[in-house]
């Protein structure tokens, strides 16, 4: 990079969980910034100093935007002006649950016409190995410039995790890649100012197909201990003692917890990104398979055994079901892939009528079709349901007023240990009260 006497310039392309707070660490690290975002309302917001996500203050964008040195916008061509440009769009999955790179090969198109000379573009959106040299490298070469000569392309996989207070963007250690060694080192320069830690890889290949090691790691073990789950309630043994029990291990042993089934924009998509890779080569992925056999699985024996709980009293069609939590985890206004969509949608089609509360979700819609909306959550409320089910465990959830009051509480997340109450607790994994 060529060096400078004022501030770098950096572009941030795709405003959401990862782009929104790397943006903002890069005006505190002294960069000029310019997010930017095809949502025309997440730019207002952004511009009138407001937040467009629950775990980040409008006080510290409002900061950010009275520095001078930052600026929301969907203008794409402002890249012109920038020394490095981010991308962090979504990589959904299609129809097929394959990967769908719409939106990648939109910002693509979107900055050849803009790229100049010596310009660092980085790629962190979670991708397939292979995207960065094979997919993105030629649509940015459409410019007529060349990658390692004229400008640089990296790879660098995003390791935000939403909600998580224990670090700090710029504590988590950054991977980086480069297309070619020229790429990478340009990288590993600007990101040395940002991150504490930076780590080299070999290949963009190499970063790639970490990333999805990362969250396929999680994808299996989730669905494998939701499996055990289900095996302990059948044993009548309770599966959150024994993982307590297995955790005082000093070595060889990691704990990870059942709930109702796995959410968010990584971990239920990235290894699929995976699988569809190792399709591609012909290379085995029964691991990946099975375990998205059993997580689809999930919602479904939720919703058998709050069925079967409520048989001695009425059918399904007569019960009326309070949800606590839609989101995918605690304390985030995401929904994206949540399994309560799922779990929602099978105790509607078996004839039973729900409501749901959530603080950080007032709008959540169920197959594609029905929109629900949050309702308060009062005492009348939850003595009016036959079954209260807690499905995700935010911070503020009133444990005690729904103890009190409701007569049936079905446990996904083991957010009742300790508690007493007047309610009859079933847990997922055994562990109910008598």
């Known amino acids: 990079m060529v060096k400078r006497k004022h501030p770098m310039k950096a572009a941030v392309i795709g405003l959401g969980f990862v782009g929104l707070p790397l943006s903002l660490l890069l ?49 794409t061509s402002t890249i012109k002006d920038q020394d490095i440009i981010i991308v962090c769009v979504p990589t959904p ?25 010596k310009q660092l573009v980085v790629l962190e959106s979670s991708v397939y190995p292979g995207t960065t040299q094979d997919f993105f490298k030629p649509i940015l070469e459409q410019s007529g410039l060349s990658v390692g000569k004229d400008f640089y392309l990296a ?101 990870f917890y059942p709930g ?37 699985n999930v919602p479904l024996n939720i919703t058998n055994h709050i069925a079967d709980i409520l048989s001695n009293e009425h059918s399904m069609t007569e019960a009326d079901v309070f949800v606590y939590g839609v989101t995918y985890k605690k304390d985030v206004d995401d929904a994206r892939e949540s399994p309560a969509e799922k779990i929602i949608q099978a105790l509607i089609e078996k004839g039973a009528r729900v409501q749901y509360h959530d603080p950080y979700i ?14 308060p959550i009062t005492k009348e409320k939850l003595k009016e349901a036959d079954c209260v089910l807690i499905l995700t465990d935010h911070s ?29 607790i079933y847990r997922l994994g055994g562990g109910h009260s008598a």
């Open 27 to 75: 005006q505190q690290k002294g960069f000029d910034v310019t997010g930017i975002d095809i949502d025309s309302a997440k730019i207002n917001k952004l511009n009138q100093g407001k937040s467009s996500l629950s775990e980040i203050n409008s006080e510290t964008v409002a900061s950010a935007l009275s520095s001078g040195r930052y600026t929301a916008t969907s203008d």
């Open 93 to 117: 999955l299609n129809e097929k649950n394959e990967p769908n790179l719409n939106y990648l090969q939109a910002v693509g198109e979107s900055l050849a016409p803009n790229l100049r000379k």
């Open 155 to 255: 790879y660098s996989p995003e390791r935000i995790d939403p909600g998580n207070k224990h670090f700090q963007v710029h504590e988590i250690p950054k991977l980086v890649s480069g297309v070619t060694p020229k790429c990478l080192s340009e990288l590993f320069k600007v990101y040395s100012h940002i991150y504490d830690k930076v780590i080299k890889v070999s290949s963009t290949k190499t970063a790639e197909i970490t990333k999805l090691l990362e969250n396929s790691y999680r994808f299996i073990n989730i669905s494998f201990i939701n499996e055990f789950a289900l095996l302990c309630e059948q044993l009548n043994i309770n599966v959150w003692e024994v993982i307590e029990a297995a955790s005082t291990k000093p070595y060889g042993f990691q704990a």
């Open 260 to 296: 109702p089934g796995i959410g968010g924009h990584c971990i239920p998509i990235d290894p699929l990104y995976l699988k569809y890779k190792a399709k591609q080569i012909k290379a085995p992925h029964e691991f990946i398979d099975l375990s998205q056999t059993v997580n689809k």
């Open 362 to 375: 007032e709008q959540f819609k169920v197959n594609k079709s029905k929109t629900l909306s949050s309702v």
């Open 396 to 424: 503020n959830i009133p444990i005690d007023t729904i103890l009190n009051y409701a007569k049936v509480v079905y446990d996904t997340r083991n957010v009742t240990k300790g508690y007493d109450g007047k309610a009859k």
